[in-house]
């Protein structure tokens, strides 16, 4: 189920980006956290809570319309859960085509086109990849 934990390299960078995430909220002290001075992983965090606000936010993607995310509160089911999203889409630039274009792989597609109708800007889009593919 967990297809996220496949390879060890995504154990390893979903490690990083929890401890990330728990130094950006605050809850662990960032004087104790071992990568306290990785500001690489601490600039993914913050691109993936951003991501997650255009995911959630109704006026931007109001994408829990359709997708369920783990721990998300009355998401719908239109559209499939997104689970395992880095094993499943390796190609992060296909991953950006499918939220720009989705007609592009289905023709009939109930999923908004949100980069084609200008629904989100390109960094919209692109803090949007980074947070789906923690998904
Ligand atoms: C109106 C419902 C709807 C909304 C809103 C919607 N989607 Fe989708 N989405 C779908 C459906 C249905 C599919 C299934 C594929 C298809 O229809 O071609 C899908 C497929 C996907 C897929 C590929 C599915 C997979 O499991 O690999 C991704 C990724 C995705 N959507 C992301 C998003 C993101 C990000 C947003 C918000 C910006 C969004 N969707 C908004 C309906 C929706």
Partial sequence: MLR????????????????????ATGLVDAQEGAIADNSVEAELAKRIETG???????????CLSC??????????????????????WPDREALKAQIYDPTLRNPDTIMP?????RMLTDEELDVLVDYVLSL
């Fill in 113 to 117: 086109p949100y980069g084609l109708h």
């Fill in 67 to 88: 997708h369920l995310v783990i721990g998300s509160e009355l998401p719908g089911n239109a559209g499939p859960p997104l689970i395992g999203m880095q094993a499943r």
């Fill in 4 to 23: 996220v934990f496949e390879s060890v390299n995504n154990l390893l960078l979903t490690a990083g980006i929890a401890t990330a995430l728990l130094l």
């Fill in 52 to 62: 997650r606000g255009v995911f959630e936010t109704r006026r931007k993607g109001n």
